[in-house]
């Protein structure tokens, strides 16, 4: 049997707004791929996280330009995710840290903790002044839909 | 999908009914719905029946409130059985801190109370 591989590009603006269409589309992606519901929704979650990162703190403002890239692989049954944008990167040797009960902006700290337990595997890459990519990888466990020739 | 707040009164305590997604989009608009209630010294219920969504941004919200709201001996109850809801509560570990989930929206309000 032919293993299927294809590969979907979207560069989305990196503006809060457009982040639940993204999750509409992985969603799509992955429930066709054959993942349980709940394994969809894992994958939302993943990939909501790491498309926050880039929209909250990647960039300083948004002025046009600004956008994250998001690669869709899969590789037969095994799906990779990648969140890539080109801003201001960061330490990945430093923990995120919790924010005081007043921060107007309340971010927990929370969201390279669900990535890590949503996925099977997260790699984080990151250099400071040019930016981050994640990526996200995950395999159907019990296949059980026909795969499309490529 | 976006996020509708209804807010109501049940015996004087405030219950704020949730529909939609809560992230990185509509988290501000949960947080200003939520802002009228921290100087009050009342417990707050929160139906998400209807969420079909919620991320860290969203939790980042509720565990603040609850965190402030603490703070004047009064919680944050939740009253949710979805089990994709719920299990991004307990993957987040806030049930072990100021967040309370209840599986009906009457015993939510039930163990309510003003300080």
């Known amino acids: 049997m032919k293993t299927s591989s294809h590969l979907f590009h979207v560069d989305m603006p990196a503006l809060s707004e457009y982040v639940g269409s ?13 993942f349980s519901l709940e394994e969809v929704e894992d994958i939302k979650i993943a990939f909501s996280e790491a498309c926050n ?13 600004e ?15 990648q969140v890539k944008d080109f801003g201001r990167g960061f330490d990945v040797s430093s923990p995120p840290k919790e924010h005081a009960v007043d921060d107007p902006n309340p971010h927990l700290g929370l969201g390279l903790h669900f ?15 040019k930016g981050t ?11 059980s839909l026909p795969q499309t020739e490529a | 999908m976006d996020l509708e707040i209804k807010t109501r009164k049940e015996k004087d305590i405030p219950v704020l009914t949730l529909s939609g997604e809560i992230d990185v989009y509509s988290y501000p608009k949960l947080s200003k719905a939520l802002a009228g209630y921290l100087d009050q010294s009342v417990d707050i219920v929160i139906n998400m029946e209807s969420v079909k969504y919620i991320d860290s941004t969203g939790l980042g919200v509720l565990a ?7 703070q004047k001996k009064v919680h944050l109850h939740i009253f949710c059985t979805k089990t994709n809801i ?18 009906s929206e009457a015993t939510a309000i039930e163990n309510s109370k003003k300080s």
């Open chain 1, 133 to 143: 990519q994640v990526r996200l990888m995950k395999k159907v466990k019990n296949p």
């Open chain 1, 22 to 34: 993204m999750r509409l589309l992985i969603g799509g992606i992955s429930g066709r791929m054959g």
């Open chain 2, 86 to 103: 719920k299990k991004i509560f307990e993957v987040s570990g806030l049930l072990q801190k100021n967040l309370k989930i209840f599986d």
């Open chain 1, 53 to 65: 990162n880039a929209v909250q703190y990647a960039y300083p403002a948004f002025t046009g330009a």
């Open chain 2, 64 to 70: 603040n409130t609850a965190a402030k709201i603490a």
């Open chain 1, 115 to 129: 990535m890590q337990s949503m996925m099977d595997e997260m790699k984080v890459e990151s250099t400071l002044g």
């Open chain 1, 67 to 81: 956008k994250v890239e998001i690669k869709i692989k899969i590789e037969g049954f095994q799906l990779e995710i």
